[in-house]
């Protein structure tokens, strides 16, 4: 989706394994969102960034932490991967500053923990 | 607390059918109301919007939704489907005291040839 890069797009990891992933913008927009979509629960927010250097949790933090270094981009990290990890990640920003923008999404991040 | 509830997780119709994808939201604030439409393997993208105004909204791929304050829905539709159609869709319900989405837990609409 035009707009919202993330990487990797698969990835399948051990338990206790570490990763990144990296979520990047060129739309200047501030506030920058990661979901986990797993089948019959829709998306979960997991955090969020309402602007540069700030960052707030949301339904379903543990296990994850972020980090917003600049605008452009926002990371998601998996310090000791689990298998209730195993879902599919998106990366999302508000299209405006304002509560009735839409969100734009990237493609995800097919995450598989064994 | 308010929840966004997607009563069918599965809908099944014939190619050239109509179709209706039901929401239904729960909050004691005023909402903006969205649907998105998410094709396999890709990301979610918006459909339509409510935010005020006329109950009646149009969006892409001529699919429509309506309003109802009353019975606090937000029912999608689509008078013809094509097999182009075949996705998940989301109904998602923005408060307008902050920034986060309350999401419904998805209806796949499969197509039938």
């Known amino acids: 989706n035009a707009g919202v890069t993330q990487t990797p797009k698969f990835q399948v990891l051990k338990t206790g394994q570490s990763m990144t992933l990296q979520c990047a913008q060129d739309m200047n927009h501030n506030s920058m969102y990661w979901y986990r979509q797993d089948p019959g629960m829709g998306l979960r927010l997991i955090y969020y960034s309402a602007s540069e250097g700030t960052t707030d949790k949301g339904e379903v933090p543990n296990g994850y932490n972020v980090s917003r270094l600049n605008k452009r981009e926002f990371s998601l990290r998996l310090e000791s991967a689990a298998p209730s990890q195993t879902s599919v990640y998106f990366c999302?920003?508000?299209?405006?500053?304002?509560?009735?923008?839409?969100?734009?999404f990237g493609n995800g991040t097919r995450l598989t923990v064994t | 607390a308010q929840s966004v509830t997607q009563l069918d997780s599965q809908v099944p119709v014939f190619e050239e059918a109509p179709v209706e994808l039901r929401c239904n939201y729960s909050?004691?604030?005023?909402?903006?109301l969205f649907w998105y439409v998410q094709y396999p393997n890709q990301g979610l993208q918006l459909l339509l919007k409510?935010?005020?105004?006329s109950t009646l909204v149009k969006g892409i791929n001529g699919f429509e939704a309506e309003f109802n304050k009353s019975q606090t829905s937000f029912h999608l539709r689509k008078p013809s489907v094509h097999i182009s159609d075949t996705a998940e869709y989301f109904c998602?319900?923005?408060?307008?005291?902050?920034?986060?989405?309350?999401w419904g837990a998805g209806t796949k609409l499969i197509i039938k040839p």
């Open positions: 998602a319900v923005s408060l307008n005291s902050n920034y986060q989405l309350i």
């Open positions: 999302a920003i508000l299209a405006a500053s304002s509560y009735n923008s839409p969100l734009h």
């Open positions: 909050s004691s604030v005023s909402v903006y």
């Open positions: 409510y935010l005020s105004g």
